[in-house]
Nanobody, 120 residues
Framework: EVQLVESGGGLVQAGGSLRLSCAAS????????IGWFRQAPGKEREGVSC????????YYVDSVKGRFTISSDNAKNTVYLQMNSLKPGDSAVYYC?????????????WGQGTQVTVSS
């Protein structure tokens, strides 16, 4: 059974940091691209960052460049999203998703999400 389990969300003040984790099981980790998405109330889901676990290539949406860092520990089948200099606009439910192959897309598998709330 394929599972993606996010953790690490919470409440933080603006300027603070959080590290999200996405623990994967049930598939060969290195064959997938893992992405982080977020969705705030009343807004469309947004792709935040993506990593190709085969070679470590990364992608970031412009609004988080320089503040967020995605990484993977293939030995632990876990992808991390280090979020620094958080802003209230970063508040959302954050989901990780896995896509077969090199690029992040619509997500073949999804986690249940973790809430991130940034207070001003």
């Amino acid at each position: 059974e394929v599972q993606l389990v996010e953790s690490g969300g919470g409440l933080v003040q603006a300027g603070g940091s959080l590290r999200l984790s996405c623990a994967a099981s049930g598939f060969t980790f290195g064959d997938y691209a893992i992405g982080w998405f977020r969705q705030a109330p009343g807004k469309e889901r947004e792709g935040v960052s993506c990593i190709s676990t085969s070679d470590g290539s990364t992608y970031y949406v412009d609004s988080v460049k320089g503040r967020f860092t995605i990484s993977s520990d293939n030995a632990k089948n876990t992808v991390y999203l280090q979020m620094n200099s958080l802003k209230p606009g970063d508040s959302a439910v954050y989901y990780c998703a896995a896509d077969t192959g090199y690029y992040c897309g619509g997500g073949d598998y999804w986690g249940q999400g973790t809430q991130v709330t940034v207070s001003s």
